[in-house]
């Protein structure tokens, strides 16, 4: 039996117009970087990954999957809560301004236009057709369409644990920050759909969104009930993104309640030190992507953040996503000591008997090398039992469309990588996290 420990199955209601509109954070953009900054290539990608969302729901994600894999498997999709990842809760947000919205919003069609004219045949057309249905929109209200999202996340999971209640195990996603919203808090939401016999196997989160590991709600309150005690006593399973890429909140300035990571001190430091009203300024904006991702990682997902949370929780059932991401990864496999992010996942996997980490989205990587051969070959082997036992296989799909990896491809380059050990990573190790019986 095949687990995949780690893909997301977000539907139509997740993708279509929702993960387009993010508009406080397109006003101070010129329209012309739109058509430097972006490939044909790159445009392609992302219109492939929103086809999957648009074209199929969470159990025709799940099939689409099950047939690629070609055989029967588990799945363990991540919900992801994106409530305040273009707002802030705690601070007002800048007045748009709406002409240049429009301008901005012409421009960015116009250049998803032009990519797809670039294809030919049957793919132009499926592209061009999709294209029809998701054009750029942006909301120039102020209704925070990802409060909806949250609940339909939900509803889509908990029908798709009923269909096959014994091949997914969701996990749920929700933001410290909301803990207000909620007639008993965030952790009164996390009891109420997390546990033994309820939808969601454990729980999904991703600080670079704009929290710290260390929230109060998370790490410690005045009641003594925390998400992490809770979890620790219950023993629920908890995946959080810990790597420098991906994706991240968008905002400039955000209210950061915890620590934080400070790069000039190279230590965790309480966000208070820094700013007297816990408003952390960032240098990097949406045009400069990469580095916008990377800089909010470092500062609320730096792996020194984490051994904090396992300091105060060493048992801690937790799953380090990505091993600090392929870069990372190729930089610790060539023997760099730039890749320092996984080698502190490493060490917190050693140290901590219930601390894991997974392979999803581990991708080419050409400058230094990274491949699944060499990573089994410089990275795992040389690893003690200790941590081999605790890495785990995922394919992070639908993601893997932004870099062009076909899924049943990217299987079986770890197969062919692994060999005898594929078992261990796919099967043995995540069965052992989840802690569920086959």
């Known amino acids: 039996m095949l687990i995949d420990i780690h893909c997301h199955l977000f539907s139509k209601e997740m993708i279509a117009e929702e993960f387009l509109r993010i508009s406080n954070n397109f006003k ?27 074209d199929d729901d969470c159990y025709e994600l799940y099939s689409h999957m099950k047939n690629s894999y070609g055989q029967d498997f588990i799945a363990v999709p991540l919900m992801l809560d994106l409530t305040y990842a273009s707002v802030s809760p705690f601070l007002e947000n800048d007045e748009e301004n709406e002409e240049k919205i429009k301008t901005i919003t012409r421009s960015i069609n116009e250049k998803v236009l032009k990519a797809i004219k670039s294809l030919s045949g049957a793919k132009s057309s499926k592209m061009l057709n999709l294209f029809e249905k998701i054009q750029f929109k942006l909301d120039l209200g102020k209704k925070n369409i990802f409060k909806d999202n949250y609940e339909i996340q939900i509803q889509d999971f908990e029908a798709l644990k009923e269909a096959l209640p014994d091949r997914v195990y969701p996990f749920f996603s929700i933001d410290p920050r909301r803990d207000s919203e909620f007639k008993h808090g965030v952790l009164g939401e996390i009891k109420k759909h997390v546990g033994k016999n309820k939808t969601f196997a454990g729980l999904k989160l991703y600080t670079a969104l704009g929290y710290s590991p260390t929230d109060p709600v998370l790490f410690d309150n005045s009641k003594g ?58 240098q990097y904006g949406i045009f400069d992507f990469d580095e916008m991702v990377k800089e909010r990682q470092i500062y609320l997902n730096h792996p020194k953040l984490w051994r904090k949370v396992l300091e105060k929780y060493p048992r801690l059932r937790i799953n380090f996503a990505h091993m600090g991401g392929n870069r990372q990864v190729a930089k610790y496999a060539n023997g760099l000591d730039t890749g320092y992010w996984t ?96």
């Open 225 to 282: 009930q925390s998400v992490y005690s809770w979890c620790q006593r219950h023993d629920i399973p908890i995946t959080v993104h810990c790597g420098y890429s991906g994706f991240s909140h968008t905002l400039k300035r955000n209210v950061v309640h915890g620590d934080i990571y400070y790069p000039p001190a190279g230590q965790v430091i309480p966000m208070k030190h820094l700013s007297e009203d816990n408003v952390l300024e960032y």
């Open 28 to 54: 101070d953009i010129n329209p012309e970087q739109i058509s430097k900054r972006f490939s044909n290539a790159d445009v392609i990608n992302v219109l492939q990954f929103i086809s999957h969302g648009m």
């Open 343 to 438: 080698k502190e996942i490493l060490s917190l996997v050693y140290d901590y008997k219930n601390a894991y980490t997974d392979l999803s989205f581990m991708t080419p990587v050409e400058s230094p090398r990274l491949n699944q051969e060499i990573f089994y070959e410089k990275v795992y082997s040389n690893l003690p039992n200790k941590i081999k036992k605790k890495i785990m296989w995922g394919s992070d799909f639908f993601m893997l469309d932004l870099a062009e990896t076909d899924l049943s491809r990217y299987l079986n380059q770890f197969k062919t990588a692994f060999g005898k050990d594929f078992k261990r990573i796919s099967y043995e190790n995540p069965k052992r996290f989840l802690r569920i019986k086959i």
